[in-house]
Structures are given as structure tokens and as C-alpha cells.
């Protein structure tokens, strides 16, 4: 079964969670699971999006004062996926992230997940709740089985997807610049994003500078903290010059360009390319290869702690 995802950007830590814990039905070969960071560079992003939620079988909400806040989840995206379950050409499944007043909303007459509408976060273990939420998919996922041995006309199954295949390719140097300059942009987005939304919470101050197309600084203010509760960083884009990397960071507002405490490198295998840390307080804790928005993450998790902020 496809399935989509609908959800808040501020959200995603959740997001990641709940792909960990429904691995095992995606291994079995029972749901095939999309969500809008898929779209890859130069992709429609409204255009994709209505594609894959026409498409799915199921429509995973995840509910939060954040997603009710967001226009684009409620009057797109929500309001679509509630249209084809009142069709039935689609099954909407409400999953409770925050303690939030969604009691109103159109999907209140769905039974919501996990038990008893319970949100993730007000679980002592949040694993449990999202094992309860795997095992109440699992259910579904056997009645619209049921269902499709019993449709008139013989159906048993839906049929069968094309299989994927990996293709090996030879990238040169204009692929691997390619995928630096889109990295980096990726890397400069999320940092904007994320000093943006910090900005609007108390005690925590965020400032995004562009100090030009190839390189940016950020700043993370923790208020609450006397000593040490500021933290900054400078992320550049390799021009060919000094050897610290194709993405290298410094912890610094605007250093020099002849300093880093770090840097990515573009690698690649048979199929794909990717990102690797170098000589940098990542190499031990991370894999070995990363997509952009991993070694984003990774960055911005690191500037946060220097500030002694953690995400939650």
C-alpha cells in the first residue's frame, strides 16, 4: 500500500521516528511510504505533491498545534486526503504528536492514533506509543487486504509496482559540482529555516546572515544560559581554494577563509553520491556517507549544543 504523509516542517523530528518504527512493514513489502522530502532538486513541488496524495492508498496526519497552524496542511493537503476518504478511495489515519484542540477539525470523526488519541508526546515511553501505532497499521493493513480478495470481479491484490532497480553510472567533475552547489544550498536552506523558527521561541534567538551566494553564518542565542550561550558558526561552499573540504564550517561568526574545524566532501559509489565528514567531531558518530540534510542536521544539532540547547 502507498502512503503519504502530511505533516509540519517543525514536526519532522516525529516524521523520522515514525519511518524508523514502520520499517518492518516496509521490509515485508506491505507499504511503500512518501512524504515531501522525496521531491528531489528542480522537482514541482505542488505539482508532485497532489500526484502522491491522488495516488496513496493511505493518508498518515500528523497532528500538531503546528500542522493545525499550517494553511498548507489544512486547506490542501487535509482537506484532499478527508475528500477521497469520504469516497473511499482512500483511508485517513490521524496520528496525535502534541496535545493540541484538533477535536474541531474535519478528521475528529476518525479514530486517531496512538490509543485513545493519546498524543506521542505524553507517553512516558514515546516507543510504545509509536509501537501502538505500528501495530493498529499492520490491522488496517490486513482489512483492505481482506477487502481486496473479496472486491467483486475477482480482485486479489492490487497489481504489482515495477520493481526499482539501481543503476550504475559514472559521475565526472561536473556531476560531483553539481551536487556540491546543490548541497549546499539544501545546508544554507535548512539553517535558514531552523534560526528562523528558533527566533520564535522564548529564552532562544536565532540569526541567519548570507554573507554571500557561497557562504553564511548563523547564530544561536540560548538567553537563559549566563555563560556560554552563544554559539556560532560559518558554512562555505568550496571555490577550489583551500583544501578543507567541498562544504567546509568553522565555529565562528565570519572567519577567515583559511580556517575550518570541518568539512564534507563529495564521494560517490557505482550509483550515487553523497557526502562524507572530514577530519571534524562528526567522523566518529556518524555514517560514514550522508545526505545533505543529514550532515545539515548534524550541523545544527552541534551548534545548538555549544549553546546548550538540545532538540527534544
Known sequence: MKTFVSYSHRDEATLERLKAHLSPLRRDGRIETWYDREI???GEIDGEISAELEACDIVFLLISPDFLNSDYCMDTEMTRAMERHDEGTA??????VEDCYWKSSPFMKLKALPKDGKPISNWTNENTAFLNIVEEVARVLDEMDEALVSAPGGATR?????????VQRHFDDIDRSDFRDQAFDEIRRYFQEAAAELDTLEELRGRFTARSDKKFSCTVVNRSRMQGGTAHITVRCSTGGHGFGDISYVFAEDSADNTSNGGF???NDDYEMFLTAT??????NQED??????AAESLWTESLQQAGVSLA
Open 279 to 284: 577530519m571534524n567531531f562528526m567522523r566518529g
Open 265 to 267: 566532501n563529495v564521494e
Open 91 to 96: 483511508r485517513v489515519i490521524p496520528i496525535i
Open 40 to 42: 528531489r532538486a528542480g
Open 289 to 294: 556517507r550522508m545526505t545533505p540534510h543529514q
Open 158 to 166: 492490487p497489481e504489482a509496482q515495477p520493481r526499482k532497480y539501481r
